[in-house]
Every structure is written in C-alpha cells, then in structure tokens.
C-alpha cells in the first residue's frame, strides 16, 4: 500500500481588517517545520470595503504569490501595489510570526509572534492617539489586541468541516478566547456626573477599532455606554430643512426638555438630550444638545447626528448589542480610573471576542469578528511543490517495510516478520531484527543472536532527525570492550561513522560523527562473544519512531512495554 504525503513549504494565513485592513499571514511546514529556518512569505490585504470578487482576486493572487516560494528558507515577499503594500508607516496589516520563528503545525500564535498586537504592529488601526471630551480637555490613549491561546494551528478532522476531511487550520470549540481589543487611557478622562451620566463624555467622539463613534449615553452607575457608528451630525433650527446623510430634517415641536423631528416624513417620538429613536430604515437618530429660548421672536435650535447602527457597550463582562440585537460573541468592559475633584475617571474600554460555537479558520472557513466585522481572518490552500511519498510492502513472504525519505536518504526498512498465523517481531526475521524502545533513556542491543538495527531520533519539537545505525566490529584490548557504530544511508548502505568506540573504562565512550543533533553514548559493551551494548541518548532522543526528512512522523512497533515485538518482549535479545 502507498501513503501520499505532500510537503508543505508554505501556508498563508490573513488577517483582513474592514474599514482599517490587517493581514496576518504565516509561512509553515507539515509538521515539524513549515518552512525550515524561514519566515512568513505573503500577505494579502483587502483593503476597506472589499466585495466578494476583490477577495476572490486576492486569494488568487496569494495562491500564485506562494507558489513561487521555493522550498526551504523563506525570505519576506512585499509587493508595490497600494492596496498589497504591507510594510512602512501606513501599513495596515501584520505577520504573526518573526523572521527567526516561523508559525508551525501545532504552534499557538500568540507564542510564536507574541500575545500583543500594537500601534507598532497595526499603525493605522490600533493607532495612539488623543480624546477630547466635552470641556475640550484632551487625554491620551493607546489601542492594542492581545491574542487568545486558541489560536492554534492544527491538524484536524471534524464533522461539522467538510465531514472529516483531514485538514489543517485553527479548530476551535465553542467559548473559546479569540482575543481582546483594549482602548487604554494613559490620561484618564474626567466628567461630572449630571442626573446620573457622565456628561462631559456624551456627545463627544470616541475611537474604537479604527473608527469613531457618537457617544449618546454614558451611565455613570453602570458604566453602560451607547454609541453611534458612522454618524454624521447636523444643526437645525426651529422654521428650517436641513440635509444629514441624505435626509431632509426639520423640528416638529421643541421645548426646553424634548424636540421632535420630522426625517424624510416621518416622525420619531419626542426625545430628550441623549435619547435615540429608530427610523423606519434601519437608521438612528440621537439627540446631542436642545438649545431651546423661550423668548417671543427668537429661534429654538436643535443639534443631533444620525447613524447607521446603535452600538451598546455594557460596563460589567456582558454581551454588547448592536442595533437592539445581542452579539453573544463579543462581551465588553468598561474600568474606572481615579477619581479626581469630585469627577468620574474612565480607564480603559475592553471588547473580549469568544467563540460562541465550533468555528473553524481554514483555507476555504474565514473568521469574522461578530458584530463589528472589523476583523477577519482568512488562511488560503497551501502550498506543495513537491511531494513525498511513504511507501508500505511486503519484503518476502513473511515481513512488511516501509520505503521513506530520512536524514541521509532514501532506504527500505524491514519493520515486521511473521509466521503463518501472526506477527512474531519487529524486523525482517528471527535473525535481523529491528530493536526499538520506549524508554526514552536508553536501549540494550544484542547482535549476538543474529544481525540487529535500530532507530535513533532526535525531536526537539520543532525539528527532528533520524538514523538507523548498528554496532559491528566488536573487539577487547587491554581489558577494553571496542564497537563501530554504522548509519544505513541512501540506497541501504551501511557507512562506519564511528569507528572502535569503547565502553565506560575508555575514554571514548560517545558517538556523535554523523549523527547531527543527536547524540548517542556507549555505557557497556559485554565483549567479542555477547556482542551486547548498552547506550543512552541524549536530551531529545527516542529509539521507537522516525521522521521523514519532509517531517512525516512513524511510530515502529514495540510491544507496549520498550522492546521488540517478541515472544518474551526482552531488549533487542
């Protein structure tokens, strides 16, 4: 039987920000490393207001970008182009990875690039700047987003994603952590509180995620905060039409407490300072200040703004709403600072994005943040230039081998013999046999009773190598046990790569000659007759599985407790 095993050199993972675009993209190998020793090499940006054909385009594009890549180190790839240009001041998207770490299978991004997202990263959306409130005090303020630890690349399969197709991407279950936009004060802004809100906050404009809002209503019991998104003020007074967003806007009735508004025809209730009404197409409608004069001749005014949604932020951990509807996956925050001269202090605004359900981010599975849809995500195919292939045969009448692809080359490894009616032992027969072990410490092997192989692999999480070797040659000389460790190479040629190592009473006990990171040492040798070594490895090592030179893991046969496959389950005997 044959097992296809593609390589993958690069996967290509953005980020889109609406209105303020941020890309993430990340190059990767599967599954140890994506792309070794190399970086994140493209990145799509659609820039703000994309239809669907524009990120059609850009996931094309993307695809053929990658395709470019060669495989191994990777370098970062910038286009010109306005709306692709991912680096310099207006830079409006970021790589969640670093030049020296690349995103891995299995890696939580916010380890590999770090937890924080900032003005640094993300200079147009996340930028610092200054809020001035309602006595024109200015204060300073930073934006940021901190990564949740469910952002982790996977391999996956599940039903609810194109029924158990295997396939790679970020698998996250319901109520977990996508990340958490913070608007931070470093100046604390301070308002009186008048018949319970914060009046020198309402009316002003406040950023948020690269946009900025009306604020209509601030409580100060609850810290509830009611905003408007993409509003546009207008004057009116008493006798005249005025045009806001299109729409003509004139005074029904205004008093010294409420105003009632005639929009395009239709009437909204009669509203005080602060209050907001619906109209009939999806619109609001808030009420900023009443100026209204009671004098006979003189003219009422009235100053408001309409939107296009109503945004409410609750001050505990709960649902925000927009446009009346709860967004389950969006819960919001609201902190307060010092107070100061008998004013109230805000501190910092908080949106915790949460997975509300199974949500998968894949190649063809965006991310979209609820409510806002200021963020997406979206990871195009990967790319395979080359593939590798793994193959399972038989090798005779009685055994099974694999043919892969390890450190030095293409070989045939025998990995199970047989009778007639079972599986005896791991190798090709009673008198070649594999030698594995669980016991990650060390290893016994026995070439006395016939010709012995055994594996010797390196991990260290990331990268990984592997050797098959045996000890040949076995010899004593003024009381010193003597071996020669050989390495099967391409081809299944047997290479000396350290020759006449001795036993713990010499004084060189340890193989290290072309085995790269690994390292192997000689505790015992038994002498010319038992033929038996004793050997640990070193921090990293296992003696019972193989990774491909593409990265392919292969566990080999044990028999549950750290030898081969045997009758009496002995180390390598």
Same mark, same amino acid.
């Given at each position: 039987?044959?097992?296809?095993?593609?390589?993958?050199?690069?996967?290509?993972?953005?980020?889109?920000?609406?209105?303020?675009?941020?890309?993430?993209?990340?190059?990767?190998?599967?599954?140890?490393?994506?792309?070794?020793?190399?970086?994140?090499?493209?990145?799509?940006?659609?820039?703000?207001?994309?239809?669907?054909?524009?990120?059609?385009?850009?996931?094309?594009?993307?695809?053929?970008?990658?395709?470019?890549?060669?495989?191994?180190?990777?370098?970062?790839?910038?286009?010109?182009?306005?709306?692709?240009?991912?680096?310099?001041?207006?830079?409006?998207?970021?790589?969640?990875? *670093?030049?020296?770490?690349?995103?891995?299978?299995?890696?939580?991004?916010?380890?590999?690039?770090?937890?924080?997202?900032?003005?640094?990263?993300?200079?147009?959306?996340?930028?610092?700047?200054?809020?001035?409130?309602?006595?024109?005090?200015?204060?300073?303020?930073?934006?940021?987003?901190?990564?949740?630890?469910?952002?982790?690349?996977?391999?996956?399969?599940?039903?609810?994603?194109?029924?158990?197709?295997?396939?790679?991407?970020?698998?996250?279950?319901?109520?977990?952590?996508?990340?958490?936009?913070?608007?931070?004060?470093?100046?604390?802004?301070?308002?009186?509180?008048?018949?319970?809100?914060?009046?020198?906050?309402?009316?002003?404009?406040?950023?948020?995620?690269?946009?900025?809002?009306?604020?209509?209503?601030?409580?100060?019991?609850?810290?509830?905060?009611?905003?408007?998104?993409?509003?546009?003020?207008?004057?009116?007074?008493?006798?005249?039409?005025?045009?806001?967003?299109?729409?003509?806007?004139?005074?029904?009735?205004?008093?010294?407490?409420?105003?009632?508004?005639?929009?395009?025809?239709?009437?909204?209730?009669?509203?005080?300072?602060?209050?907001?009404?619906?109209?009939?197409?999806?619109?609001?409608?808030?009420?900023?200040?009443?100026?209204?004069?009671? *004098?006979?001749?003189?003219?009422?005014?009235?100053?408001?703004?309409?939107?296009?949604?109503?945004?409410?932020?609750?001050?505990?951990?709960?649902?925000?709403?927009?446009?009346?509807?709860?967004?389950?996956?969006?819960?919001?925050?609201?902190?307060?600072?010092?107070?100061?001269?008998?004013?109230?202090?805000?501190?910092?605004?908080?949106?915790?994005?949460?997975?509300?359900?199974?949500?998968?981010?894949?190649?063809?599975?965006?991310?979209?943040?609820?409510?806002?849809?200021?963020?997406?995500?979206?990871?195009?195919?990967?790319?395979?230039?080359?593939?590798?292939?793994?193959?399972?045969?038989?090798?005779?009448?009685?055994?099974?081998?694999?043919?892969?692809?390890?450190?030095?080359?293409?070989?045939?490894?025998?990995?199970?013999?047989?009778?007639?009616?079972?599986?005896?032992?791991?190798?090709?027969?009673?008198?070649?046999?594999?030698?594995?072990?669980?016991?990650?410490?060390?290893?016994?092997?026995?070439?006395?009773?016939?010709?012995?192989?055994?594996?010797?692999?390196?991990?260290?999480?990331?990268?990984?190598?592997?050797?098959?070797? *045996?000890?040949?040659?076995?010899?004593?000389?003024?009381?010193?046990?003597?071996?020669?460790?050989?390495?099967?190479?391409?081809?299944?040629?047997? *290479?000396?790569?350290?020759?006449?190592?001795?036993?713990?009473?010499?004084?060189?006990?340890?193989?290290?000659?072309?085995?790269?990171?690994?390292?192997?040492?000689?505790?015992?040798?038994?002498?010319?007759?038992?033929?038996?070594?004793?050997?640990?490895?070193?921090?990293?090592?296992?003696?019972?599985?193989?990774?491909?030179?593409?990265?392919?893991?292969?566990?080999?046969?044990?028999?549950?407790?750290?030898?081969?496959?045997?009758?009496?389950?002995?180390?390598?005997?």
């Amino acid at each position: 039987m044959k097992f296809n095993f593609k390589k993958v050199s690069s996967v290509i993972a953005s980020v889109a920000m609406i209105g303020s675009t941020l890309g993430i993209a990340a190059a990767a190998s599967y599954p140890i490393p994506f792309v070794s020793g190399g970086v994140s090499d493209v990145a799509i940006v659609i820039g703000s207001g994309a239809q669907p054909s524009d990120i059609l385009a850009a996931t094309d594009l993307g695809s053929k970008l990658g395709a470019a890549q060669t495989t191994g180190a990777a370098t970062a790839t910038t286009t010109t182009a306005a709306n692709l240009d991912c680096s310099g001041e207006n830079s409006k998207c970021v790589l969640l990875a *670093k030049r020296s770490d690349a995103l891995n299978l299995n890696d939580v991004i916010s380890t590999v690039f770090g937890s924080t997202v900032s003005d640094d990263d993300l200079p147009d959306l996340l930028a610092s700047g200054s809020y001035t409130n309602d006595e024109n005090t200015p204060y300073d303020y930073e934006q940021k987003l901190t990564l949740g630890a469910a952002l982790q690349v996977n391999h996956f399969a599940h039903n609810d994603y194109k029924s158990k197709e295997p396939s790679v991407g970020i698998n996250m279950s319901s109520s977990q952590h996508v990340l958490t936009y913070t608007l931070d004060f470093n100046e604390e802004p301070l308002s009186e509180v008048v018949s319970g809100d914060l009046v020198d906050i309402e009316t002003t404009t406040l950023p948020l995620l690269g946009k900025n809002y009306f604020v209509l209503n601030f409580d100060n019991s609850t810290l509830d905060l009611t905003l408007l998104d993409s509003a546009e003020d207008g004057f009116v007074a008493e006798g005249e039409t005025v045009t806001v967003m299109g729409k003509e806007v004139s005074i029904v009735h205004i008093d010294s407490s409420e105003v009632k508004l005639d929009i395009d025809g239709e009437s909204t209730s009669s509203l005080v300072e602060s209050g907001t009404y619906k109209l009939s197409d999806g619109t609001y409608v808030g009420i900023k200040d009443i100026l209204h004069n009671s *004098k006979t001749g003189t003219t009422s005014s009235v100053e408001f703004s309409i939107g296009t949604g109503k945004l409410e932020l609750k001050g505990t951990l709960a649902n925000i709403k927009l446009n009346d509807d709860s967004i389950n996956e969006i819960q919001s925050v609201i902190t307060r600072g010092t107070s100061s001269g008998g004013k109230t202090a805000i501190n910092k605004i908080e949106l915790n994005w949460t997975t509300d359900d199974r949500t998968f981010l894949a190649p063809d599975s965006e991310l979209l943040m609820p409510g806002f849809e200021a963020l997406k995500f979206t990871m195009p195919g990967f790319i395979t230039p080359q593939e590798e292939i793994l193959t399972v045969k038989d090798a005779g009448s009685d055994s099974v081998a694999i043919k892969l692809t390890i450190e030095d080359g293409e070989i045939n490894l025998p990995i199970l013999y047989k009778n007639d009616t079972m599986f005896l032992g791991s190798g090709d027969s009673d008198d070649e046999r594999l030698v594995t072990s669980k016991d990650i410490t060390g290893i016994l092997y026995n070439d006395s009773l016939g010709d012995r192989y055994m594996a010797l692999t390196w991990n260290d999480s990331r990268d990984a190598e592997s050797y098959i070797i *045996k000890f040949t040659s076995f010899s004593r000389t003024n009381g010193i046990n003597y071996t020669t460790v050989q390495k099967l190479t391409d081809g299944n040629v047997w *290479k000396t790569i350290c020759a006449d190592k001795s036993d713990s009473g010499g004084s060189t006990s340890d193989c290290t000659s072309g085995l790269g990171s690994a390292t192997l040492s000689i505790n015992s040798i038994s002498g010319q007759t038992d033929k038996t070594v004793n050997v640990t490895g070193g921090s990293g090592t296992t003696f019972h599985m193989l990774y491909t030179k593409g990265g392919l893991g292969v566990y080999l046969p044990t028999n549950g407790t750290g030898g081969f496959i045997s009758g009496s389950g002995s180390y390598g005997r």
